[in-house]
């Protein structure tokens, strides 16, 4: 089963606005982490944002922030006032446990396309 | 500080070529994970490595994959004998000591294309 949806196959923005990624994940896990990774057309995977399953608080980062629902596991990624170099495909990824590692399970993804 | 180190960058051989794939994990980085990108499979974690010992390899495809970590700044990613189906990016990722909070950083892959 997947552990992380993502159901936005691709996505187009106009310049300066925001837009939302969507990212849902299963998990029975207390402890969880979730990470948001960009992928430009060039290729490398670049972290963007991490969120704990005990934060609190939304985390943000520059423009991105996530809006983290646990009740509904969702941890969607937001980019405010999107930029021509934020096209790139978009991964919502996620750890489970704490006491001992586990390995990270990374969704589709998501293509953002930002017009001028 | 240097990031993770791929090689080749590119590769293009012909089907039943042996390939080597090789990283360089950041320094003082204790885990090690070898993903595949394709069009169709996405993001698939091949094998991961903790203080170079082999954690869990069971997404390595088939016999025809190995990998190994002789010490902790370096690993490898042998396909032998190579088919076409193998073509892909391979990435090479490190992290740190065993925390939820730790991302991995990626090396920029190794695009794969077996003729």
């Not at chain 2, 190579?82 to 991302?103: G, H, K, L, M, T």
Request: charged share 20%; proline share 6%; hydrophobic share 35%.
């Amino acid at each position: 089963a997947q552990k992380i949806t993502q159901t936005q196959p691709g996505m187009f923005v106009q310049e300066k606005e925001a837009v939302t990624l969507d990212c849902t994940y299963d998990t029975s896990d207390q402890s969880y982490g979730l990470f948001w990774y960009k992928q430009p057309s060039s290729g490398e995977m670049i972290f963007l944002i991490y969120q704990g399953s005990y934060d609190e608080q939304n985390a943000t980062e520059g423009r991105y922030s996530l809006n983290f629902q646990k009740a509904r596991k969702s941890a969607n990624l937001v980019i405010s006032a999107s930029q021509l170099g934020d096209s790139a495909m978009y991964f919502c990824a996620m750890r489970e446990g704490w006491a001992s590692y586990d390995k990270v399970i990374f969704g589709p993804g998501t293509s953002l396309s930002v017009i001028p | 500080d240097a990031g993770v180190i791929q090689s080749p960058r590119h590769e293009v051989t012909e089907m039943g070529q042996e390939v080597t794939l090789r990283c360089k994990p950041i320094s003082g980085h204790d885990y090690l994970f070898w993903y595949r990108q394709t069009m169709m499979r996405g993001l698939e974690l091949l094998i991961y490595f903790n203080n170079n010992v082999p954690i869990d390899d069971s997404g390595m495809p088939e016999d025809r994959f190995s990998a190994k970590m002789p010490n902790a700044s370096f690993s490898t990613l042998k396909i032998q004998p190579s088919e076409p189906r193998d073509s892909a990016v391979y990435f090479c990722a490190s992290s740190p000591r065993d925390r939820i909070d730790q991302p991995q950083h990626f090396g920029d892959g190794t695009r794969l294309s077996i003729l």
